[in-house]
């Protein structure tokens, strides 16, 4: 079965394939990076627009790369949500009429599902049971993950999440876009304890995080004074040193508490490489072990939803996804 995945929920057009018995084909995503730049952050009304500039030059790519025609398309899944609402309709239309052209079945997937799949497309996977930690640009959660489908919400960011947290302080900072990279960049170059910020709610005694106040405690460090290279890169290191001890002492919490030995990791922050060291030891002295996907498949794809897609329909469950037009910007992912 040859299924066609279509991510369109924010600044990437991502589209795939991916073959339930030889696996993936073939990806591509068109980052819009340089289009959002000067604005600091992503327009929506941009964003939509660009998906529909990129989707079709993408799908001949995607098609050229798995050696497929359109004809051997046996389903097509999409990002239904959560999203910008532009954004999504481009790929739920683009998804629903190439189906309905080619005459085959169309899955609506849920974008956070994509991400904690992901890791069950490298070489070496989990299997279910596991904890997954969801550390994107729009979430920060913890979750069971019994099977596809079977998700149970273990606790999560009651205000930013962390990659959010990343980006706002790295643009209060004054660096680059987008910020959580760069942000991660700098971290590396400083020395964390020199200046000193909080570890929010790393005592609390559940399961929840909370990252606003982070970023106010950076910029009550700023506020004074101008900070020069050398201290912006200190202060960096340690916002990142806050935000990796509490995901990390977090997570292993979540595994000891559900008495599960693996853990994914998944979202865009999941690329950050002090966040895997510090996960790597804590499992490690745990007894647990960590999963990833690949690099490249950590930020927004196509593989991932196209992968999700083929899952759901081996098992033949289809989402209860599509409000109007196909698309639930907010979703949550126990309702799938
Ligand atoms: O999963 P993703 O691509 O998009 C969402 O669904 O949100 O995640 C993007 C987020 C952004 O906030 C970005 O700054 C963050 O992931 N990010 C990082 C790193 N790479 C991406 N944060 C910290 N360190 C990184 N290396
Ligand atoms: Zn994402």
């Given at each position: 079965m040859l299924v066609l995945g279509i991510e369109s929920s924010c600044d990437e057009t991502g589209l795939a394939f991916y073959d339930?018995?030889?696996?993936?084909?073939?990806?591509?995503?068109?980052?819009?990076?340089?289009?959002?730049?000067?604005y600091g952050g992503v327009v929506p009304e941009l964003a939509s627009r660009d998906h529909v500039r990129r989707i079709v030059p993408l799908l001949r790519k995607v098609l050229a790369e798995a050696g497929a025609g359109l004809a051997d398309i046996d389903a097509i899944a999409y990002t239904a949500g959560p999203g910008?609402?532009?954004?999504?309709?481009?790929?739920?239309?683009?998804?629903?009429?190439?189906?309905?052209?080619?005459?085959?079945?169309?899955?609506?997937?849920?974008?956070?599902?994509?991400?904690?799949?992901?890791?069950?497309?490298?070489?070496?996977?989990?299997?279910?049971?596991?904890?997954?930690?969801?550390v994107s640009g729009g979430h920060t959660q913890l979750m069971r993950v019994?099977?596809?489908?079977?998700?149970?919400?273990?606790?999560?960011?009651?205000?930013?999440?962390?990659?959010?947290?990343?980006?706002?302080?790295?643009?209060?900072?004054?660096?680059?876009?987008?910020?959580?990279?760069?942000?991660a960049r700098l971290a590396e170059q400083g020395q964390a304890g020199r200046f000193?910020?909080?570890r929010p709610m790393l005592h609390s005694g559940d399961l929840s995080f909370s990252f606003s106040g982070l970023k106010t405690a950076v910029l009550t460090q700023v506020r004074n004074r101008e900070?020069?290279?050398?201290d912006k890169a200190d202060l960096c290191a340690?916002?990142?040193?806050?935000?990796?001890?509490?995901?990390?002492?977090?997570?292993?919490a979540a595994l000891k508490a559900s008495g599960l030995k693996q853990l994914v990791v998944a979202g865009g922050v999941g690329a950050n490489r002090a966040l895997r060291a510090a996960l790597d030891a804590g499992a490690q002295a745990a007894g647990a072990r960590v999963f990833y996907p690949e690099m490249e498949l950590c930020t927004d794809n196509g593989a991932m939803i196209a992968f999700a897609g083929a899952q759901r329909l081996t098992l033949g469950l289809t989402a209860k996804a599509a409000g109007g037009f196909g698309i639930r910007p907010r979703w949550n992912l126990q309702e799938t």
């Amino acid at each position: 079965m040859l299924v066609l995945g279509i991510e369109s929920s924010c600044d990437e057009t991502g589209l795939a394939f991916y073959d339930s018995g030889r696996g993936l084909l073939a990806h591509a995503v068109h980052s819009q990076i340089d289009l959002h730049e000067a604005y600091g952050g992503v327009v929506p009304e941009l964003a939509s627009r660009d998906h529909v500039r990129r989707i079709v030059p993408l799908l001949r790519k995607v098609l050229a790369e798995a050696g497929a025609g359109l004809a051997d398309i046996d389903a097509i899944a999409y990002t239904a949500g959560p999203g910008l609402a532009g954004a999504l309709l481009v790929g739920a239309g683009f998804a629903e009429a190439l189906a309905c052209a080619l005459k085959v079945p169309v899955v609506p997937v849920h974008h956070l599902e994509g991400h904690l799949l992901s890791p069950l497309l490298s070489a070496d996977p989990p299997c279910f049971p596991f904890v997954a930690l969801l550390v994107s640009g729009g979430h920060t959660q913890l979750m069971r993950v019994s099977g596809v489908g079977q998700y149970a919400l273990l606790g999560e960011t009651l205000d930013d999440a962390a990659g959010e947290a990343f980006d706002k302080t790295a643009k209060l900072l004054g660096l680059g876009y987008p910020g959580g990279p760069q942000l991660a960049r700098l971290a590396e170059q400083g020395q964390a304890g020199r200046f000193s910020l909080p570890r929010p709610m790393l005592h609390s005694g559940d399961l929840s995080f909370s990252f606003s106040g982070l970023k106010t405690a950076v910029l009550t460090q700023v506020r004074n004074r101008e900070p020069g290279a050398a201290d912006k890169a200190d202060l960096c290191a340690e916002f990142q040193a806050a935000i990796v001890e509490v995901l990390v002492a977090k997570a292993l919490a979540a595994l000891k508490a559900s008495g599960l030995k693996q853990l994914v990791v998944a979202g865009g922050v999941g690329a950050n490489r002090a966040l895997r060291a510090a996960l790597d030891a804590g499992a490690q002295a745990a007894g647990a072990r960590v999963f990833y996907p690949e690099m490249e498949l950590c930020t927004d794809n196509g593989a991932m939803i196209a992968f999700a897609g083929a899952q759901r329909l081996t098992l033949g469950l289809t989402a209860k996804a599509a409000g109007g037009f196909g698309i639930r910007p907010r979703w949550n992912l126990q309702e799938t």
